[in-house]
Every structure is written in structure tokens, then in C-alpha cells.
């Protein structure tokens, strides 16, 4: 749903810009648009109840419990009750590591900058810079104004596509490999862009139209495998002790690279170009396959417990 609503900001901005682009600061309204939504979803969320497990950790069983029958059949909210109970109690129970303990455990260390690595490699391979700046680079590579942010509306579709087999396949195959696979299509692609951008003549008119169709192969690559996965793996791999920190810790982390990237990419690409700064891109894939290789480990099919044995037998 994520990756539909950046499709759908992609369409409604070539919508604008193609009917009343000449107006000035016609970027306003394309900002303005995205309130609507937000009002949207503040008032959606004014009726969403709270969660059944904060309500019996705050000791509001029967709160819960008319939670649960709005989703479930009674007989199923009553077995789904007990079940919260249960896990409450093991929360109650669980004695949260902090900083201290963490530093100080090899192994969660490990599995902290594990997390810390797919979050950051994932803003490294450059995706949200084709998700914010898409225009500027297919403009950059010889398409008009006009007709670069209607190209642009290709990417989203790339991302919608990626995404949707994505769903299909994830628990198909064992998430080590996917995410391997496609940070080898993404520095693949990579590649392409940046030979393409570097030495292909400007007189060529394909040119755009080669820059664009490699894009969007690595915004279907990244929507595909990289993208769903890493979430996935932050998910699955953190010992229910460590969970609140480490994720917390990694998604920072995440965000940290996606803004260091974010205002990296326009003074870059004006200072080398486009192709030599996909070819930075390229080496980070490098560097990023290296990693997951080498660190990240198989959660498919495994419970909590189970990663945390392997990463324990790993670090003592």
C-alpha cells in the first residue's frame, strides 16, 4: 500500500503538472494534494480502537475482548484472548536488555548491526533517490520537463509490479536469497544506468529512453526482493529481549542513511554526473551482496528462539 500511494503521487503530479504546469508555483498544490489523505487518515484514526494486547497489559480484559469481536468469531475472539493473556504474562516476565548489556553481549551486538546493515545497504542502493528526485534525473538524462514527469509515472509502475509479486513469491523462497538476488539485480541495473549515462552519445536519441527503461528495472528489482525483505528480516531475527532496541535502533539507522543519501544525490550528480555517480551506487551494491553474504542469516521457517541459538553459538 505504501508503494500505491507513491504511484498514486506520481500519477496526480503528472496529472497537474501536464494540465496546469504553467503556472507559477504550481508545486504548492501538488503539495497541498497530499493533505487530503492526511486528513483522512487522522480522522480514520480517531475510530480505531487500541490494540487488545495493550488493553490487558493495562489489565482492560473485557475492553479486549470486544476488540477481538470485531475481527474474530466470538469463539475465536475468546481463544485469541487467552492467547494475549499469555503472551502479557511472558512480557511481564522478559527483562528488556538495555544499552549496557547490549554493548557488552557479543552476540547481540552482532545481530544489532546485522539489523543495522540491511537498513542502512537498503537506502544505499539509491531507491528513494529515484523516489524523490525520478524527474530531475530523467530530466538530467535528456528528457523536456514535461515529459520527464510524465515518464517519471513509469517507476511508480515498476514499484507497483515489484511489489505485487513480491507478495506472491516471499514465502515461496528463503529470505537470505532474495535479498542476495536482488541487491545483485539492483547493482546490475546500477551499472547499466551509469555506463549508459556515462558513454552513450547525447546525439543518440534513444538515450532517455535506455536511462529510463534500467531505472525502472531497478525499481522493480528493489520493490521485488530488497525492499519487502529487509523489513521482513528486521522482523524475524531480533531476540524478543533486545526487539524494542535493536528495531528501533536499525529503523534509525535506516532513515539516517536515506537522508544522508537524500541530500547527497543532486550536488553529487551536479559535480560528476549521472554516470559516475551510479557507479558510487554500484560499488555500495558491491559492498552491500559482501554483506549479506557474509552476516545475515536464514530466518525462514525459524522461531525466534531458533535464530537466537544460532546467533548465540556464532558469538561465544
Excluded at 535506455?210 to 523489513?231: C, D, E, H
Amino acid at each position: 500500500m505504501i508503494v500505491f500511494g507513491q504511484f498514486l503521487a506520481f500519477v496526480i503530479n503528472a496529472v497537474i503538472h501536464n494540465y496546469w504546469g504553467s503556472i507559477n508555483g504550481i508545486w504548492r498544490v501538488m503539495l497541498l494534494v497530499a493533505v487530503l489523505p492526511a486528513f483522512g487518515l487522522f480522522f480514520g484514526m480517531l475510530r480505531v480502537p487500541e490494540s487488545p494486547r495493550w488493553l490487558v497489559a493495562k489489565g482492560r480484559d473485557r475492553e479486549a475482548h470486544e476488540v477481538l469481536k470485531l475481527i474474530r468469531s466470538p469463539k475465536r475472539a475468546d481463544a485469541e484472548l487467552e492467547e494475549v493473556r499469555r503472551l502479557v504474562e511472558e512480557d511481564r516476565r522478559m527483562v528488556q536488555m538495555g544499552w549496557s548489556a547490549i554493548l557488552h553481549t557479543r552476540w547481540i551486538r552482532r545481530v544489532v548491526l546485522i539489523g543495522v546493515g540491511i537498513g542502512v545497504f537498503s537506502q544505499f542502493s539509491g531507491i528513494n533517490v529515484i523516489m524523490y528526485y525520478g524527474t530531475e534525473l530523467l530530466k538530467t538524462s535528456g528528457f523536456s520537463a514535461d515529459s520527464a514527469i510524465i515518464a517519471n509515472t513509469l517507476n511508480g509502475v515498476a514499484s507497483m509490479i515489484g511489489v505485487t509479486l513480491a507478495v506472491m513469491i516471499t514465502n515461496r523462497f528463503r529470505r537470505r536469497v532474495m535479498i542476495i538476488l536482488g541487491f545483485c539485480l539492483t547493482t546490475f541495473f546500477h551499472v547499466l544506468v551509469g555506463l549508459s549515462a556515462q558513454f552513450v552519445p547525447d546525439e543518440f536519441a534513444g538515450k532517455p529512453y535506455l536511462i529510463l527503461a534500467f531505472v525502472a528495472l531497478f525499481v522493480f528489482s528493489m520493490q521485488a526482493f530488497i525492499g519487502p525483505l529487509s523489513w521482513l528480516l528486521l522482523s524475524e531475527m531480533f531476540p524478543l529481549r533486545t526487539r524494542s532496541f535493536a528495531m528501533g535502533f536499525s529503523v534509525f539507522m535506516l532513515w539516517l542513511a536515506n537522508g544522508l543519501v537524500t541530500l547527497g544525490f543532486l550536488p553529487v550528480v551536479t559535480a560528476i554526473g549521472v554516470g559516475p555517480t551510479f557507479g558510487i551506487f554500484a560499488l555500495l551494491g558491491v559492498i552491500a551482496i559482501w554483506f549479506m553474504v557474509r552476516h545475515v542469516p536464514e530466518t525462514s521457517g525459524k522461531t525466534l528462539e531458533a535464530v537466537e541459538e544460532e546467533f548465540r553459538a556464532q558469538g561465544e
